[in-house]
């Protein structure tokens, strides 16, 4: 297909669309990108593509997204939104496709969810089933490609075989955790993605996607494990339904509930490829699950994982501010505010942080903090920081180090106190209508039963600490930005 025009990417904050966004704009090609917050991902891209306002349940944002659109990626869901995500995913992906259709779009590519129909279907998987034919009732050519599990650094798949392997010696483990599937590595996904570009012409297709090796969530528990070098006994309770291991799942993982119960309800129904055209069509030779989970691992911790499936609009507008959120395996405390200054301005203060400035917030516990880490032979608050205005990656800045900086935008910062766990502290400056959002998120990895028992005991300090620190910020932001300067 020739491609005269931008390439429209839906998703791209998601965990899928966040990493195809990152390869198509590697290979050269021209990407608009659809997006409710539109200001939020401009500023995280930094003009790398074109960002404009468009909500998939309001179809008069939609014309403008799909002018001079040759193709179009739909890589959306509602799973976020409750007991409604099937009726929203329908409405959405119907709204989609009559633009499309009206603007001349030659081509729909579509990741779906690969299933079988025994056992009946799941809300989730059925959705995304449904989607499919929406997608394809309104006459653009589709482009369906129906992936079983997704492994790979961040994504919730992966999340949850990371969450079990690492939080239980000995799992009582449900009928699910014997149910065939066929894995595939995220790198795999994106370059099937990227390959559909440049398909040949043809009407609807369905290609069913997956990795070269077809185990079950039992075995990708035993294979993580054996690559963390944990030792993990996997006890099955035939009783034990989705339904009822989706509540057992919320007890004993930090996964996000509503979430994790849609997945779990789904994993019953079989996932393997029955049909190999993919294999025939595309240049493509999926990789195993070792080598899948030994790059999942690898990647892990960069850049938070790349992109993670907790990443998506939905989710942040969904809860813009949440104090002990549970994501993946690890506990976040994410607060917002609103104030009327642009980012440069908003942003000093955080760009001040630590040293002789001090933490904004109750500064004698920061600093009790530091004695007893130095009590416990850590570095204490005695590094303080090696610039009081500027800061690069890589600064030690107290008992935390710089971990990205963006100037005017993100600092993040990574833990080097003694903790049960690992733990980073984030405060990004998001440009907005009539001023600049405040986040402050802080998150926290624990480490076996002791890192849970530490987050749970001090979480009631952190969160009061947390609280006044992103207001201070947000004061002596507001008190530099006035035009006396008081």
Known sequence: MTLDGPILLTGATGYVGGRLLTALLAAGHRVRCLARRPEVLRARLGGAAEVVQGDLLDPGTLP?????????????????????????????????????????????????????????????????????????????????YRASIIIGSGSLSFELIRALAERLPVMVTPRWVHTPAQPIAIEDVIQYLVLGLTAPN??????????????????????????????????????????????????????????????????????????????????????GVRQAIERALRNEDREFAETRWSDALAFAQAYPSRAGLRVGTRFVDSRTLEVPLPPYLAFAPIRRIGGRTGWYYANPLWRIRGWLDLLAGGAGLRRGRRDPEQLRPGDALDFWRVEAYEPDRRLRLAAEMKLPGRAWLEFEALPGLSGTTLRQTAVFDAVGLTGLAYWWLVYPLHALVFRGMLRRIAREAMKQGSPSGQ
């Open 64 to 144: 403008a997204a799909m002018e001079g659109v040759p193709l179009a990626y739909y890589l959306v869901h509602s799973m976020m939104r409750g007991a409604r995500f099937e009726a929203e995913d329908r409405i959405a992906a119907a709204n989609f496709a009559r633009a499309a259709r009206q603007a001349g779009v030659r081509r729909i590519i579509y990741l779906g969810g690969l299933t079988s129909t025994e056992g009946g279907l799941s809300p989730h998987l059925r959705s995304r089933l449904e989607v499919g034919e929406e997608l394809r009732s309104h006459g653009v050519p589709v482009l369906e």
């Open 202 to 287: 043809q009407n609807h297709a369905i290609y069913e996607i997956g990795g070269a090796d077809v185990v079950s969530y039992g075995e990708l528990i035993l294979e993580y494990a054996r690559q963390r070098g944990l030792r993990r006994m996997l006890l099955p309770v035939p009783f034990l339904t989705p339904r009822l291991s989706s509540l057992w799942l919320g007890l004993v993982t930090p996964l996000y509930a509503r979430v994790g119960r849609q997945l779990i309800e789904g994993v019953r129904n079989p996932s393997m490829v029955r049909n190999p055209a993919a294999l025939e069509a595309f240049p493509v030779r999926p990789m």
